[in-house]
Structure formats: C-alpha cells, structure tokens
C-alpha cells in the first residue's frame, strides 16, 4: 500500500458548484467537512480494492459528495413553505394530485428509491396550487429517508398548512436496496399510504377516494 492522495483540496470551480447544488455558500467548517469527505472516498475506493489516483477515480470523491448534497437538499428547506399560498374556497369536492415523481435517498444504505406520490385532500376553508405539492415532495424526499416516514412528513406538512377535512397520501416506489420489508426482486413495488380526518373515518368518503385513485 503506498497510495497517499491526502490532504485534497477543493478547488473554487469545485466549491461554486458545490454551493449551486444546495443553493447557498459553504463556510470554512463546512468546507473542511467537505475536504475531509473526499479524502474519505478515497480510503473507501482503496479499500474496496481500487486505485484512487487512476483516471476515472481522481474526480469521484468530488462526484459523489456533489451527488450527495444534490439527493439531500431538501435540508436546506422548510418543504411546507411551499404551501403557504393559499386560496379560500367553499366547495368540499375531492382535490386529487396523481402521479406526482419522486427520487429519494435510503437512510439505511443512501441507496436510491424512487416512484410516484398521490395526494388527497378535502379542504375545509382554503387550497393551495396543484404544482405546490410536487415541491412539497421533493423538499422531504431530498434527503436521508424511509418511504413510511417521507408518507407521513408529506401528510403533516399539508395538516399544519391547510388543516383539510381528510388527507390521503399514498407513495408507489421502487428500492435499489434490500430495506424495507422483506427481499425485493428488480421491478417490485413498495406501497405506503396514510388516511387522516373523513378519509381514516368515514367509510364513504375512504371509498371514493381510493376509486378515485385506481
Ligand atoms: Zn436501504
């Protein structure tokens, strides 16, 4: 072993993108964090067995650091904000957003999962734009998550902001990874929905909903 890369730099081409991806400046502690990263990847690609000075390995610490704040930049903000402009309305018909995408990071392994969110809900006194909810979702699925718990923020978030009558949030994704439950085969599904207000508690508008969502 006699492979000794240490003390990496970031260079300021580097350190501007870094701060493109999270959408602000990085201090000097956050950029020594970010050094000290990079030097890590490489011990784990010498590890694994690997040359971290070979041509296509030089620039995948920095690769993946990047790619990492880019999953997880959901941190940098409040997701229910995106809700905060609402309509008043008196109707209470059914609003339903369907197949809303999403990428996510598994927390157990930073594994990617992704798929599609529906989202359901009867308004008691105010809405909010369709196109807020796909912000919402990205805002909690941009970071370290289990599908059940990114079910539940999203369901929360659209509670504290627009207090509806019933919410129904239900997320379809596929794991490149063995969490979750039990093994997955390539293409399998894993289904997470939560049932809040008229959609947990009356039997009608529950069925209605779900026709909805067929
Ligand atoms: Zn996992």
């Known amino acids: 072993m006699n492979i000794l890369l240490k003390n990496i730099n970031i260079n300021e081409n580097q350190l501007m993108k870094l701060?493109?991806?999270?959408?602000?400046?990085?201090?000097q502690e956050e950029i020594a964090l970010a050094e000290n990263i990079m030097s890590s990847i490489q011990d784990l690609i010498q590890l694994a067995g690997d040359d971290p000075s070979r041509d296509g390995l030089q620039e995948s610490?920095?690769?993946?650091?990047?790619?990492?704040?880019?999953?997880?930049?959901?941190?940098?903000e409040d997701p229910s904000e995106h809700?905060?402009?609402?309509?008043?309305?008196?109707?209470?018909?059914?609003?339903?957003?369907?197949?809303?995408?999403?990428?996510?990071?598994?927390?157990?392994?930073?594994?990617?999962?992704?798929?599609?969110?529906?989202?359901?809900?009867?308004?008691?006194?105010?809405?909010?734009?369709?196109?807020?909810?796909?912000?919402l979702v990205d805002g909690y699925a941009n970071?370290?998550?289990?599908?059940?718990?990114?079910?539940?923020?999203?369901?929360?978030?659209?509670?504290?902001?627009?207090?509806?009558k019933a919410i129904a949030v239900i997320l379809e994704a596929e794991h490149y990874c063995m969490c979750g439950r039990g093994v997955k085969k390539a293409g399998a599904t894993t289904v997470t929905s939560t049932m809040r207000g008229m959609f947990e508690e009356d039997?009608?508008?529950?069925?209605?909903?779900?026709?909805l969502l067929k």
């Open 203 to 211: 039997r009608h508008a529950r069925a209605e909903v779900l026709h």
């Open 83 to 135: 809700l905060d402009k609402t309509f008043e309305v008196t109707h209470d018909d059914i609003v339903l957003v369907k197949n809303i995408p999403f990428n996510s990071l598994c927390e157990h392994h930073f594994a990617p999962f992704f798929g599609m969110a529906h989202i359901a809900y009867i308004p008691s006194d105010k809405i909010t734009g369709l196109s807020k909810f796909a912000r």
């Open 143 to 164: 970071r370290f998550q289990v599908q059940e718990r990114l079910t539940q923020e999203i369901a929360d978030a659209i509670n504290k902001v627009l207090n509806p």
């Open 61 to 76: 610490p920095y690769r993946f650091l990047k790619a990492i704040l880019e999953y997880t930049k959901g941190y940098q």
């Open 19 to 27: 701060q493109n991806v999270i959408g602000r400046n990085l201090n």
